[in-house]
């Protein structure tokens, strides 16, 4: 017979011992992470997280964005993600400490977003990539993202943040796109991915 | 001895000797509930599969927000694991784990209660992930309000057996015991774990990626594993009339699954910035897994060995034995792709999911049939009508199966190599893997088929009225021999 004593225990201490190491562990020696301060600049590595930045996790996450598109860069021994510019140096675990929700990712249909606030840091390019991507790439496989933008008549001026469309695109004469509250906190979120910082534990990879 | 060739061979007297009446509406429940949402996965997997070769035709209607491939995907996998596999899974053992006990207490309200609030916690689910409340976190998409309900379903159906174990009359245990309690414990303490620490305590960024991954490995090695290999322990030995080969190897694929499944997970970020040491262990989890896994896959041989023939006409058979036999492999390709020299090639491309495939469409979907084509004719005492169309569901499945898992390493061999070539753009890698989107199309195509193969199947005993014919001499054991973990 099988006593159910050894079964529990079983699971106690040979499945506990992966639960320690892959959940407890790193809860607790990750939580007392400091943020790196630099003695001359005073520049603090890395840098807080906006708040509207913030509100854009939750957008990321809703449309799935994770599903193609990943969050860390390997040591050049690992992969090319250096030699292809997705970022200077490799991810270490303090880039994440100011991060409340983390989309590492583990699908590449589309480049990695590490440092995309690096690349691009003009908002409007990506409201336009989010509202049409074959402006960029007509052969893409990126998903438009219209419900993100509302249409909206032109009260006197246009909208500061209006989209630059043109062709089939473009609204109608007397209208505009505008990004709605979600892409304005998902492109903030974009832009705060940026991990341009020095770190001592992770040195700039060399040419 | 002579061994029932058919399908169905049992008579609803022998129907009370396998599982009490009792708990025939439980599994029904689990079984119904299971198949439903294995054909709303895959209708919502060939749609995500239209919407991964090109997101702009009408086909992959792109301006629903709830019908973007963000969403769709993860929810299509999200069922394939906790609808299907899962409340499959869940109705075998409870057909296991009462013919084993021989206790006449274990009622059928607990498990009917767990069937329901499991699948308010899918519907619920669904309609959160598509409706925008994903977590964005793979696998564990579910927001809390469903993931709680999914939880619960599962703590009420744990304590549920433990409590039928504890009070059951025969003291013989066997090896399919050992495996679905241990998922049940398992699993309810992994998916509890994670879900709490990664929705509830908010653990901090660094943290996450070890949590979230480590319940990757849990949610397939210590919770869809043991449930696969228990179904087939249990069944195998029944439908080949001998007890199973080995005791010994029993036990090595026991313990060794228990103590090397937890740590597989992590492989899948190799790279990312988890302490290289648990990336290390992870692999050399992942290859030790290959020896109980392998260890299984003998003893199944074995245990089948001058019974081959059988698996022609015992369809039941067929699918238990190469489900079990898939397993393996899944496991050997895992441990080889999992080294580094090779997964930084592979990793991040459509290899990845591929494997995964292998062993949720290879190994645990066929079990999970098996399951069924065994249990069912025995539950309601009615034998198989069409049995050409469970072949047909047998042949449709493993084609289905190859299709996808070489279409889409091939995909990934070359998506990978073209990623570690800086030269090559990014847009240049999709386009060069786009001819493959095609074949990953038409092998969700074909799953969707055997799904519908499959389903029709069920129900196809409900409509004749026909006891199976009695075609065995002697009655096919009910209980499998002893074999115990000491």
């Keep these: 017979m099988n006593r159910l004593s050894k079964i ?76 292809r510019k997705w970022g200077n140096r490799r991810t270490v675990a303090r880039d994440y400490m100011k991060v409340d929700d983390l989309f590492l990712g583990v699908s590449r249909f589309g480049p990695d977003l590490t440092n995309v606030g690096v690349r ?35 009260a006197g001026e246009s909208a500061r943040n209006a989209l630059k469309l043109e062709g089939a695109d473009a609204p109608g004469p007397g209208y505009e796109v505008v990004p709605t509250a979600e892409a304005e906190s998902l492109v903030a979120y974009l832009l705060s991915l940026k991990q341009d910082y020095p770190l001592p534990e992770a040195p700039e990879a060399k040419e | 001895m002579s061994v029932p060739n058919q399908l169905a061979d049992v008579r609803s007297d022998q129907v009370a000797t396998g599982v009490r009446s009792v708990l025939r509406a439980p599994i029904l429940l689990f079984f119904f509930s ?97 409706g925008g409340g994903s977590t964005g976190k793979e696998w564990l998409e579910f927001p809390l309000y469903s993931a709680f309900s999914i939880w619960l379903g599962e703590i009420i159906m744990a304590v549920w057996a433990v409590a039928l174990y504890i009070g059951r009359r025969s003291k013989d245990g066997y090896i399919s015991q050992a495996f679905l309690l241990t998922a049940f414990i398992a699993f309810a303490w992994a998916y509890g774990s994670a879900n709490g620490l990664l929705q509830i305590v908010q653990v901090t960024g660094p943290a996450q990626p070890a949590i979230h991954w480590w319940f990757f490995g849990c949610l397939v090695s210590l919770w869809l594993t043991p449930l696969g290999v228990g179904i087939v322990y249990h069944f195998v030995p029944l439908l080949v009339g001998r007890p199973l080969y080995s005791a010994k190897l029993a036990r090595i694929s026991f313990w060794g699954i228990l103590a090397f499944g937890g740590w597989t997970g992590i492989t899948q970020i190799l790279g990312a910035p988890v302490p290289v040491w648990l990336q290390t ?43 079990g036999m898939l397993f393996g492999l899944a496991s050997v390709w895992d441990a080889i792709t999992t080294f580094r020299s090779i997964n930084r090639i592979l990793e991040f491309t459509l290899a990845v999911p591929a494997r995964t495939y292998l062993t949720l469409i290879g190994f645990v979907t066929l079990v999970c049939f098996g399951a069924i084509y065994y249990i069912l004719p025995r539950l309601v005492g009615r034998s198989w009508k069409y049995t050409k169309l469970i072949q047909l569901h047998f042949w449709f499945s493993m084609v289905a199966l190859g299709l996808l898992a070489f279409d889409l390493t091939i995909a990934g061999v070359i998506q990978g190599f073209g990623m570690l070539d800086p030269q090559v753009s990014m847009a240049a890698v999709i386009d060069l893997i786009k001819p493959f989107l095609q074949g990953y199309i038409l092998a969700t195509l074909l799953i969707g088929v055997s799904a519908l193969l499959g389903a029709g199947s069920f129900l196809t005993v409900f409509v004749n009225p026909a006891w199976a014919p009695d075609s065995s001499e002697a009655p096919e054991p009910v209980i499998n021999e002893e074999v115990s973990l000491a």
């Design chain 2, 281 to 323: 262990s992870g692999i050399v989890a992942t290859v030790l897994l290959v020896v109980p896994v392998l260890a299984f896959a003998t003893n199944l041989h074995l245990t089948m060995k001058g019974s081959f023939d059988l698996i022609k006409p015992n369809l039941a058979l067929r699918f238990l034995v190469t489900g």
């Design chain 1, 8 to 83: 529990i225990g079983g699971v106690f201490i040979l499945f506990g011992f992966s639960w320690w190491g892959l959940a407890v562990y790193p809860y607790l020696s990750f939580a007392g992470l400091k943020a790196n301060v630099d003695p001359n600049t005073k520049a603090v590595a890395p840098p807080d997280v906006p708040g509207v930045a913030q509100q854009g996790y939750h957008v990321y996450a809703a449309n799935g964005c994770v599903s193609c598109h990943s969050q860390f860069v390997r040591d050049q021994s690992e992969g090319s993600d250096i030699d």
């Design chain 2, 34 to 130: 299971g198949l439903f949402w294995l054909l709303v996965a895959g209708a919502l997997w060939l749609l995500s599969a239209f919407q991964a070769a090109d997101p702009f035709s009408a086909w992959a209607f792109p301006d629903v927000p709830w019908l973007t491939y963000g969403r769709v995907y993860p929810v299509a996998m999200d069922l394939l694991v906790y609808g299907w596999a899962s409340m499959i899974g869940v109705g075998a053992a409870i057909w296991i784990l009462d013919s084993m006990a021989e206790n006449p207490f274990g009622g059928p309200y607990l498990p009917l209660l767990a069937g329901l609030i499991w699948n308010v916690g899918l519907v619920v689910g669904v309609w959160g992930v598509l």
């Design chain 1, 120 to 154: 691009q840091k003009d908002a409007q390019w990506f409201y336009r990539y989010l509202y049409d991507p074959k402006l960029f790439n007509p052969e893409t496989t990126m998903p438009r993202y219209r419900w993100l933008f509302k249409e909206q008549a032109i």
